[in-house]
T-cell receptor
Framework: AQKVTQAQTEISVVEKEDVTLDCVYE???????LFWYKQPPSGELVFLIR??????QNEISGRYSWNFQKSTSSFNFTITASQVVDSAVYFC????????????FGDGTTLTVKP | GAGVSQSPSNKVTEKGKDVELRCDPI?????LYWYRQSLGQGLEFLIY????????KSGLPSDRFSAERTGGSVSTLTIQRTQQEDSAVYLC?????????????????FGDGTRLSIL
């Protein structure tokens, strides 16, 4: 069975603070893919990043960075110097090669960045 | 347009009526997915299509739910005899396949969803 846990339901920060969104996943498969999506108040989910199970290299894209650690089954997402426009619901998702059509999403973390 | 298009954007209907939700994926995307998102909840997988076939229907909540896809493009999700617990936002997504219909590594592109309210 596959499972994704985003323990933080809601996070509130003040603009310019750094914030980390946690994602812990469970799977027995060795080949899998992890994703982060952003759902702003407008509603449409937007793809942010993909990471495969064989690539533990961390990634930085502007103010966004991702820390993938297989040893702890975690794929955490950090926003540096947060901005009001970062306010959204963020979802972590897991897909397996053996069941490619079915993505398992976490329940999401609602991030509010206050000015 | 270039993105995934869903219609209607909002649907209000009485309990017991049938509803049909439509999804028009991005051109060329062979994989299509339906999810349900209840208020404040994550995404619940319903069904996916690879071309016109649906290899995994395990997420459909009951036999009142069905979906089809024709011509490898447009998909419709039908809910018969709607119940109040069916109220949710129904999201459609599509993705490319990368070689031999592998698409597990492909990001999904989502539509704006259909907000369904059952009175």
């Amino acid at each position: 069975a596959q499972k994704v846990t985003q323990a933080q339901t809601e996070i509130s920060v003040v603009e310019k603070e750094d914030v980390t969104l946690d994602c812990v996943y469970e799977t027995r498969d060795t080949t899998y893919y992890l994703f982060w999506y952003k759902q702003p108040p407008s509603g449409e989910l937007v793809f942010l990043i993909r990471r495969n199970s064989f690539d533990e290299q961390n990634e930085i894209s502007g103010r966004y960075s991702w820390n993938f650690q297989k040893s702890t089954s975690s794929f955490n997402f950090t926003i540096t110097a947060s901005q009001v426009v970062d306010s959204a619901v963020y979802f972590c998702a897991l897909r397996l090669d053996t069941n490619a059509g079915k993505s398992t999403f976490g329940d999401g973390t609602t991030l509010t960045v206050k000015p | 347009g270039a993105g995934v298009s869903q219609s209607p954007s909002n649907k209000v209907t009485e309990k017991g009526k049938d509803v049909e939700l439509r999804c028009d994926p991005i051109s060329g995307h062979t994989a299509l997915y339906w999810y349900r998102q209840s208020l404040g909840q994550g995404l619940e997988f319903l069904i996916y299509f690879q071309g016109n076939s649906a290899p995994d229907k395990s997420g459909l909540p009951s036999d009142r739910f069905s979906a089809e896809r024709t011509g490898g493009s447009v998909s419709t999700l039908t809910i018969q005899r709607t119940q109040q617990e069916d109220s949710a936002v129904y999201l459609c997504a599509s993705s490319l396949a990368s070689g031999q219909d592998v698409f597990s590594n492909q990001p999904q592109h989502f539509g704006d969803g259909t907000r369904l309210s059952i009175l």
